[in-house]
């Protein structure tokens, strides 16, 4: 049995790997239904001392992530995106948000911004930013986003929620 767990909603999972098609790309996550890509190694592509050891390495992702740069109100964390909508604010017991960040940055709101994970027509993925509402709304690039703005993420672009950085990449 191989121990995996899913890069969106973080379900611990167990596969057997005898049972796994030769071929296999990907697979529905049985909790979030996300396609968890995956490439298998073969057995003589792995190190010897790990010879009854089957590993499963996440394929290329073409979706972003966003790091949570650490400082004395909140530590580092990571939120890996994918296709559909991610709303980001100060954790709480009261909010709905899809990535709560941990903090005590009462700067920040508790649904702050939302990402947006789109295909075009290309087959590659767009990330658009905006801001929601929030009181000390959400600055870009040193820049604050008006009401309404949509921004596209671009590789380690800066965003800043109150007084907390985030990072995005590719």
Do not use: W
Not at 57 to 69: L, R
Not at 109 to 122: A, G, L, P
């Amino acid at each position: 049995m191989i121990s995996l767990k899913c890069p969106y909603c973080q379900v611990k999972l167990k596969v057997d790997e005898t049972k796994l098609p030769k071929g296999l790309e990907s697979f529905k996550c049985p909790k979030c239904k996300k396609e968890i890509s995956v490439s298998l190694l073969s057995q003589k592509e792995v190190n010897s001392d790990l010879s009854d050891t089957v590993i499963i390495n996440p394929t290329n992702i073409k979706t972003g992530h966003i790091t949570v740069i650490a400082d004395a109100q909140t530590p580092d964390q990571y939120f890996l995106l994918h296709e559909g909508i991610m709303t980001f604010g100060r954790k709480s017991s009261t909010s709905e948000i899809t990535c709560p960040i941990v903090t005590t940055d009462k700067m920040m709101s508790r649904n702050h911004m939302t990402i947006e994970v789109k295909k075009d027509s290309k087959g590659t993925y767009k990330h658009y930013l905006s801001d929601n509402n929030s009181k000390n709304r959400t600055l870009y690039n040193n820049n604050y986003l008006e009401a309404g703005e949509i921004v596209i993420l671009h590789d380690n672009d800066e965003i800043v929620l109150g007084r907390t950085t985030l990072r995005f990449n590719v």
